[in-house]
């Protein structure tokens, strides 16, 4: 018997298993352990990787996702302990984590599970690291938004238990099931946890049983662990509400049994309010901005119109007539949709994108005007004017907008990176070496080392100076060369100023996510995809589309000359209503999951350019223009 089994459910996490895997190994501690992998049906490779790298590691291979609960018992049954940790892929453990939860178990035997505390990728304390049981209350105040209000209240935030200080040891009623220390004998008493849970609850439900044997359950935040959040569902997304509204109904029929009608009713509002509030959320996020730049640019036309009036008629009211605000409204509205189109709303934008909307919303304007009957018209020069000061409107909208948002005046809030990289000599040059092959979206500023070799631009304590004085905005850890505690230490000082991303102790991959509610991602350090751009995901959709009016118009010519009539023509309306793409990736490749989803390609890119179907597929991601679609088209629709 070993005194700990660590059991981890993955799904599809392969780079973030394996850093937990690893830190796991870096533990500093003189307790037996085993590592249990119940891999819920991933298709990453996963289980592969596994064998080949962590050859020691136990691992249940199922063959469909059979849920958080049911694998995690699956675990447990196996497990030969004295105690089970509980936790999920993409966490790292400080070094002292595990030793510390055992001596602290050990000196309290009246202490049936212990959780710790928990920060996120960008170094922010997670709330979810203490709570309180789920309450018709609590869940009213979490759905009101008010306990955010009154973060500290032991009543208005009580599920999160925000009266309790976040570095102060301290009983608390339910953990994360990110991370769970429990005595296995409570495991055996319990039976696990409850498999009527599939996603989220199940770890309240297990903290309420452990209760319900009277042991405590303690919250020890003398040490940390990094939560990715890599398998989770996003906060911000209708799927995530119906899971959690859906656990919650679960543990509302099991625990209150007296009160389950008002439960339901909470639980119900709590749903349709959430979903509401979420749908107005996205729609005023996407047409908020559009709708201000129209509004101003509609009336910086009626005020040149009110001044060429004057000028040109001596009439300042010579266009004030309905038809003519009709038409302005038309073409204004017109206008920022191209520039839309053209990527000036997208997170991510430049000056080329919003030079592409002018010159294409301009032409589109006037195309239109020539289209109109008089009565509609209004002076060409005053339609001039409007589309040449359109662009510089909307410059100083976004860094309006940026400045009032994000306390930033700039008008890309995502400007390359500024990078450093901490680690060993040859470690840094290895993530350099990435970036060369990958990435033209980032810095490297230079390396911060254990000492100061010539080459390094500073040492492990200067890293805070070397911060502030070369503007970093990014810092990637290279895991090999670092101690846990030293990441951990890092972040606290640095806080949310920076990203932070961690590189596996092979420097192949790198692991990070900005926030607390957005998942976790696995970079070959935030390689330049230009296929998963708002922009050419777009420009990708309408090529689709033209094409396919395209050939719907010319298909009795093209059925007699294209050697892939017969594919075009079985294809043409899965593309048209977005089932397919004409160009896609080469599904040969094994390492295609890696790139940004795409959907299934009429055509793959299995006869073009480069050596090998991954050089083919990552070319593609990575250079993806519209004339770069152009032109594989027209090669992969004429090969015979």
């Known amino acids: 018997m070993t005194n700990l089994s660590i059991v981890i459910v993955n799904y599809k996490v392969k780079y973030f298993l394996r850093q937990c895997i690893q ?195 303690v919250y020890l935040p003398t040490t940390s662990i990094i939560h ?41 509002i709590g749903i349709i309010f959430s979903a509401v509030a979420f749908v107005v959320k996205q729609i005023m996020a996407r047409i908020i901005r559009p709708l201000l730049d129209a509004l101003c640019l509609f009336g910086v036309g009626k005020v ?13 009211s010579y266009y004030q007539d309905s038809a003519v605000d009709i038409s302005l409204g038309v073409l204004v509205g017109m206008l920022v949709v191209v520039y839309f189109l053209f990527g000036q709303y997208d997170k991510r934008h430049n000056i080329k994108h919003l030079s592409y909307g002018f010159l294409i919303g301009s032409l589109a304007m006037f195309s239109v005007y020539s289209l109109l009957s008089s009565d509609f018209r209004f002076s060409r020069i005053v339609l001039l004017i409007l589309a040449v000061a359109s662009p510089f409107i909307l410059y100083l909208s976004r860094r309006l907008y940026n400045l009032i948002a994000y306390k930033r005046s700039s008008f890309n809030l995502y400007d390359n990176k500024r990078i450093v990289v901490v680690g060993s000599p040859h470690s840094c040059k290895a993530v350099d070496l990435i970036a060369d092959n990958y990435s033209n979206s980032q810095q490297i500023v230079g390396h911060i080392t254990d000492e100061n070799t010539g080459e390094s631009i500073g040492v492990l304590d200067e890293i805070e100076d070397i911060v502030e004085s070369r503007n970093v905005n990014e810092i990637i850890f290279c895991s090999k060369d670092l101690s846990s505690d030293y990441i951990f230490q ?27 509610d957005k998942a976790g991602e696995w970079y070959a350090l935030d390689i330049a995809y230009k296929i998963d751009q708002p922009f050419h995901v777009r420009i990708k959709r309408i090529f689709d589309i033209g094409m396919c009016f395209l050939l719907l118009v010319g298909l009795p010519i093209l059925i007699l000359i294209s050697p892939q009539r017969n594919n075009i023509y079985r294809n043409l309306f899965a593309v048209l209503f977005g089932i397919k793409t004409w160009i896609g990736y080469n599904l040969l490749d094994k390492r295609v999951s890696d790139l940004p989803n795409l959907k299934e390609g009429v055509f793959q890119l299995s006869t073009i350019g480069p050596s090998s179907t991954h050089e083919a597929n990552l070319y593609y991601a990575k250079n993806y223009s519209i004339w770069l679609e152009v032109e594989m088209a027209y090669k992969l629709m004429s090969k015979k």
């Open 490 to 516: 890092s972040m606290a000082k640095l806080g949310n100023k920076v990203s932070y991303k961690i590189a596996n102790d092979d420097n192949r991959s790198i692991l990070g996510s900005d926030s607390k």
């Open 304 to 316: 040149i119109q009110g001044l060429w009036g004057r000028f040109y008629y001596d009439n300042p």
């Open 228 to 268: 990715f959040k890599g398998e989770s569902t996003k906060k911000s997304s209708i799927k995530y509400l119906k899971n959690f509204y859906g656990a919650m109904g679960i543990y509302a029929n099991k625990r209150n049994s007296n009160n389950g009608f008002v439960w339901k009713l909470i639980l119900q």
């Open 23 to 217: 830190s796991i190994y870096n533990s500093q501690c003189d307790i037996s352990y085993d590592i249990i992998v119940v891999d819920n049906a991933s298709d990453d490779g996963s289980e592969e990787m596994l064998y080949e790298q962590f050859p020691e590691v136990k691992v249940i291979a199922n063959q469909i996702n059979v849920g958080f609960s049911k694998a995690n018992n699956q675990g447990f049954e196996i497990a030969d302990s004295e105690y089970i940790l509980i936790l999920n892929p993409d966490t790292i453990v400080q070094e002292d984590t595990l030793q510390s939860c055992y001596n602290y178990a050990e000196a309290n035997t009246n202490v049936g599970a212990i959780g710790v505390r928990m920060i996120d990728g960008k170094g922010q304390f997670l709330p979810e690291s203490k709570r309180g049981f789920p309450t018709p209350l609590n869940a009213i105040w979490k759905m009101l938004k008010v306990s955010k209000i009154f973060p500290k209240s032991a009543f208005f935030n009580k599920y999160y238990m925000g009266h309790i200080d976040e570095h102060e040891i301290h009983e608390v009623d339910v953990l994360t099931g990110a991370f769970m220390w429990v005595r296995n004998e409570i495991i055996d008493k319990v039976g696990g946890f409850d498999e009527d849970y599939f996603m989220y609850g199940e770890d309240i439900e297990l903290s309420y049983q452990i209760k319900a044997q009277n042991y405590n359950i």
